[in-house]
């Protein structure tokens, strides 16, 4: 996609704001699940008693779960032969030794004084202790965190993985997603340099996020979803420069692994129902998973193949 000159500082806000609104619009309201989703494999990764037990997190107030929006992504992962188990307790080291990855998917607080608030902490300090002592001997976890307020309330948890979250949402309308038409929903492929270098991205070409924040790894991490110089990191109040930082990391903690996301909705199959300019109106736009002309799919797989160690 052909670059646009950059403009001043006082327009940049102005029009990162505007997007901030339409993504807004798009995540609070505009998105329902595909059920026609079709999860085949034609070559299922796992078979009979070697079946991976992935336990998918409801236990802390997630805005997603395996019989909602994420059901397109659980029927994925069974149908590529894992075992995917709702959890609905907090992170401890029994519960934790039973599984072998686990995905955690939009926390929100669980604290009852303060339960209104989707932005207070979701876990307690044991908690993230049980999840660092279960990745040093060798657990997986698959972390999703989208925009505000989901970055604010797994603080914690990222702060202990040494994982820095803006806790904003991140555009780039040098590098949005044509179909979607919204700076918030930004493409990275191949060809725009975007992909980073890792086991993750074989046969991966085309990934799309919509509306996420962005995400600064540790030392020896590696960028999967490289932000571009472009990128905007929006608040309500202000827009700062995103350059340098990712929407997709993965690293090593101990002998285990982590991969941190940030957007949901590229694991998924949804349907936009915002109307673009560029399509017949009032038709709906698959994103995630159903669209066949990105490797989202491909890419979910991949970060399961690596978090179980099919993929070295």
Same mark, same amino acid.
């Given at each position: 996609?052909?670059?646009?000159?950059?403009?001043?500082?006082?327009?940049?806000?102005?029009?990162?704001?505007?997007?901030?609104?339409?993504?807004?619009?798009?995540?609070?309201?505009?998105?329902?699940?595909?059920?026609?989703?079709?999860?085949?494999?034609?070559?299922?990764?796992?078979?009979?008693?070697?079946?991976?037990?992935? =336990?998918?997190?409801?236990?802390?107030?997630?805005? %997603?779960?395996?019989?909602?929006?994420?059901?397109?992504?659980?029927?994925?992962?069974?149908?590529?032969?894992?075992?995917?188990?709702?959890?609905?307790?907090? =992170?401890?080291?029994?519960?934790?030794?039973?599984?072998?990855?686990?995905?955690?998917?939009?926390?929100?607080?669980?604290?009852?004084?303060?339960?209104?608030?989707?932005?207070?902490?979701?876990?307690?300090?044991?908690?993230?202790?049980?999840?660092?002592?279960?990745?040093?001997?060798?657990?997986?976890?698959? =972390?999703?965190?989208? %925009?505000?307020?989901? @970055?604010?309330?797994?603080?914690?948890?990222?702060?202990?993985?040494?994982?820095?979250?803006?806790?904003?949402?991140?555009?780039?309308?040098?590098?949005?997603?044509?179909?979607?038409?919204?700076?918030?929903?930004?493409?990275?492929?191949?060809?725009?340099?975007?992909? @980073?270098?890792?086991?993750?991205?074989?046969?991966?070409?085309?990934?799309?996020?919509?509306? @996420?924040?962005?995400?600064?790894?540790?030392?020896?991490?590696?960028?999967?979803?490289?932000?571009?110089?472009?990128?905007?990191?929006?608040?309500?109040?202000?827009?700062?420069?995103?350059? @340098?930082?990712?929407?997709?990391?993965?690293?090593?903690?101990?002998?285990?692994? +982590?991969? +941190?996301?940030?957007?949901?909705?590229?694991?998924?199959?949804?349907?936009?129902?915002?109307?673009?300019?560029?399509?017949?109106?009032?038709?709906?736009?698959?994103?995630?998973?159903?669209?066949?002309?990105?490797?989202?799919?491909?890419?979910?797989?991949?970060?399961?193949?690596?978090?179980?160690?099919?993929?070295?």
């Amino acid at each position: 996609m052909p670059l646009r000159p950059s403009p001043p500082p006082s327009i940049a806000l102005l029009l990162a704001l505007v997007a901030l609104a339409g993504c807004a619009s798009i995540v609070r309201a505009q998105q329902v699940t595909d059920s026609t989703f079709q999860a085949a494999v034609a070559h299922p990764t796992f078979k009979d008693d070697k079946r991976p037990i992935v =336990f998918f997190d409801e236990g802390h107030r997630n805005a %997603h779960t395996l019989d909602g929006r994420f059901k397109p992504f659980g029927k994925l992962l069974e149908a590529d032969g894992y075992r995917v188990l709702p959890s609905r307790q907090r =992170f401890s080291e029994p519960l934790l030794r039973n599984c072998e990855v686990m995905v955690l998917v939009d926390a929100t607080s669980t604290v009852p004084a303060i339960s209104v608030d989707p932005a207070g902490p979701a876990f307690s300090d044991i908690e993230v202790k049980a999840m660092r002592n279960w990745l040093e001997a060798g657990g997986s976890l698959l =972390f999703v965190a989208e %925009h505000h307020p989901f @970055g604010a309330a797994v603080a914690l948890l990222a702060r202990d993985l040494r994982v820095d979250m803006s806790n904003r949402y991140t555009v780039d309308g040098e590098h949005e997603d044509p179909t979607i038409a919204n700076a918030g929903c930004i493409l990275y492929t191949q060809e725009n340099k975007l992909l @980073g270098d890792h086991p993750i991205l074989r046969g991966v070409r085309r990934v799309t996020a919509y509306t @996420g924040q962005s995400l600064k790894g540790p030392n020896g991490s590696v960028a999967l979803l490289k932000l571009a110089d472009s990128a905007q990191d929006v608040s309500a109040s202000d827009s700062v420069s995103a350059a @340098g930082r990712a929407q997709g990391i993965a690293f090593e903690v101990g002998k285990g692994r +982590v991969v +941190v996301l940030a957007d949901a909705a590229m694991l998924t199959a949804q349907f936009s129902l915002t109307p673009n300019p560029r399509l017949p109106l009032g038709k709906p736009v698959a994103m995630g998973l159903n669209r066949p002309d990105l490797d989202n799919r491909q890419f979910a797989l991949n970060v399961m193949h690596w978090l179980s160690r099919e993929l070295k």
